[in-house]
């Protein structure tokens, strides 16, 4: 793993939103193909975490909170475990969003 330094940026850009914005920077000068896949996963998974918590809070209901943490952390583990296995294997259902969306990353 020493000399895969994309492989690294990708594995940190999955260890919280600060993480991500680490990879984002690590990635800059370089723009590897695969970490900077990997971090647009990661912070897709994120920010949409973060911009549907707060609406997903007003349920009121642990069933509905049970599924919205138990679909992001799916997500998570699928994109987390791609890095570390070193395949670009887009997160279900979103991935193709935030490829779309972040391209610019």
């Known amino acids: 793993m020493e000399n895969q330094p994309d492989k690294k940026i990708a594995i940190i850009g999955y260890f919280t939103i600060i993480g991500c914005i680490v990879a984002m920077i690590m990635n800059g000068e370089k723009k590897y193909p695969f970490a900077s896949f990997h971090t647009r996963q990661a912070l ?39 890095a570390l296995q070193y395949e670009q294997r887009e997160v279900p259902v979103l991935g193709k969003l935030f490829q779309k969306l972040f391209k610019g990353i």
């Open 44 to 82: 897709g998974i994120f920010l949409l975490f973060f911009a549907l918590g707060y609406p997903i809070g007003y349920f009121d209901s642990w069933m509905v909170t049970m599924g919205f943490y138990l679909f992001f952390f799916i997500l998570w583990i699928y994109g987390f475990i791609g």
